[in-house]
């Protein structure tokens, strides 16, 4: 587990942002601490022409012994003065002789210089501003930098702790969400294997109204399960249904050649069997070529060039080319109208399909005396197909978009059960909904297609 943590991506990047913190935090220390010890350097300059100031006004107002009494009660251990004659022996103060200024410096001059530690003061670097006096003296007074250094110190280790604890609690999230992360990706690992493995009910859990990433990659890992669980129940209804219902035409193929072999061997008879044999033939690859258009459609219509498609004028077309079969076979065809144009993004071709798919399933499957109308209504978004007819059962209604689904009553009448399937797939294809509804009594057939108008938008 500990491996599986240190290559996680979550643990990764919690450590990198963790390190680019860390690093800018202390970049920032540090450029802070150099701030910090000019603003010290500037504000001791500033001590000590004030001190300096002090003792000269206290010295030259009250004299020696006023500096001497007022100096023996009061004791800074970081700073100190020295106050010595033109010999260079000590008057008052306790500071370490400065270096001599080499010649030609000024007569006010500041210096850095090391003292070793002894009673009354620190030691180490001095920081010392020297000035003549009157009656010959010269004075000293410096500031032991080690006490400010114990102060950098302390502000540095404060930089280096902070820092080390920003980077301990980085880390330590990093690898709890790191936990976190690998026990999802394993669940959803775990699943995915499970489906590969035949499981086709195993889905990954999500928790409702979750937005997280893993939730979101989880939804469509499970849409795509289901999609697929569909394609695979669909082939296997197809395999099913392909095996039931193109036995019989193939059979009976085959038993028209053979009577054909079997009976008089005359060029009359061989060409009726081969015409009957050659209609089967095209029936059987009418029904493999509509079973490959259904497929790519529902893969999305790929090739298909889709425009903006009027449906009235297509549903116009169609119900004018049926409708002198509608009166032959004593069906009466209508079409109605309503609302604005309803647009569609299409493909022309495929949408008149679809539409006369549905005008024929309606003229083959209902009575002498039915009226089929077409209605396109440009508010609603819909174009509905609706017969007077004995119509379809509940039960039924929902497996009429199957392929190959044909009622037992149906059986009789021709075609392979694959037109309304077509259908489905594309009004799905171009973004709309295909549903059975009663008409009571008949069917209605209703695809919805809603979003706006595609030549408005356009």
Do not use: C
């Not at 059986?411 to 009004?427: E, F, Q």
Request: aromatic residues 4%; hydrophobic residues 45%; without cysteine.
């Amino acid at each position: 587990m500990p491996n599986r943590l240190t290559r996680s991506s979550s643990v990764r990047l919690a450590a990198l942002q963790t390190l680019l913190f860390v690093l800018v935090f202390v970049v920032a220390g540090a450029g802070a601490l150099v701030m910090v010890r000019r603003a010290e350097y500037r504000a001791a300059h500033a001590e000590l022409d004030e001190v300096e100031d002090d003792i000269t006004d206290l010295l030259r107002r009250q004299g020696l012994p006023a500096l001497l009494a007022k100096t023996s009660r009061r004791h800074d251990p970081g700073r100190d003065y020295r106050l010595e004659d033109a010999q260079g022996r000590l008057v008052a103060g306790a500071l370490p002789a400065p270096p001599r200024p080499p010649a030609g410096s000024p007569p006010k001059f500041w210096s850095t210089y090391s003292v070793p530690p002894a009673d009354g003061h620190v030691g180490g670097a001095v920081l010392a501003f020297t000035r003549p006096e009157p009656g010959d003296l010269r004075l000293t007074v410096g500031e032991y930098l080690a006490v400010k250094a114990a102060q950098d110190d302390s502000l540095l280790f404060g930089i280096v702790g902070l820092a080390a604890l920003v980077a301990a609690l980085g880390l330590t999230g990093g690898v709890l969400v790191g936990q976190r992360v690998q026990r999802r990706v394993d669940q959803i690992a775990a699943t995915v294997e499970a489906y590969a493995n035949g499981d086709r009910g195993a889905r990954i859990p999500v928790r409702e109204g979750a937005l997280s990433e893993h939730d979101q990659l989880a939804r469509a890992i499970n849409n795509m399960m289901e999609r697929q669980n569909r394609l695979i129940e669909g082939l296997r209804q197809v395999t099913s249904a392909v095996a039931h219902d193109l036995r019989r035409p193939l059979a009976h193929h085959n038993q028209d050649i053979a009577r054909a072999l079997a009976g008089p061997r005359s060029l009359p008879a061989y060409r009726g069997a081969l015409i009957a044999a050659s209609e089967r033939v095209e029936d059987v690859l009418r029904t493999f070529q509509a079973l490959l258009h259904i497929a790519e459609l529902e893969a999305g219509a790929p090739g298909l060039l889709l425009d903006p498609v009027d449906v009235a004028a297509v549903a116009v077309r169609v119900v004018e080319a049926y409708t002198p079969a509608a009166e032959a076979g004593g069906r009466t065809l209508r079409l109605t109208a309503s609302g604005p144009g309803l647009m569609v993004k299409a493909e022309p071709r495929v949408l008149g399909q679809a539409v006369a798919n549905l005008v024929e399933n309606a003229l083959t499957h209902t009575p002498r005396g039915t009226t089929v109308t077409v209605a396109v209504d440009g508010a609603r978004r819909r174009l509905t197909v609706e017969d007077d007819g004995p119509g379809v059962p509940e039960a039924a209604r929902g497996r009429i978009f199957d392929r190959f689904f044909r009622q037992d009553a149906s059986r009789t009448t021709p075609g392979s059960g694959l037109g309304l399937a077509l259908v489905a797939a594309a009004v799905q294809a171009f973004g709309g909904t295909l549903v059975a509804e009663s008409a009571d009594p008949g069917l209605r057939l209703v695809a919805e297609f809603p979003g706006p108008d595609p030549a408005a938008a356009g």
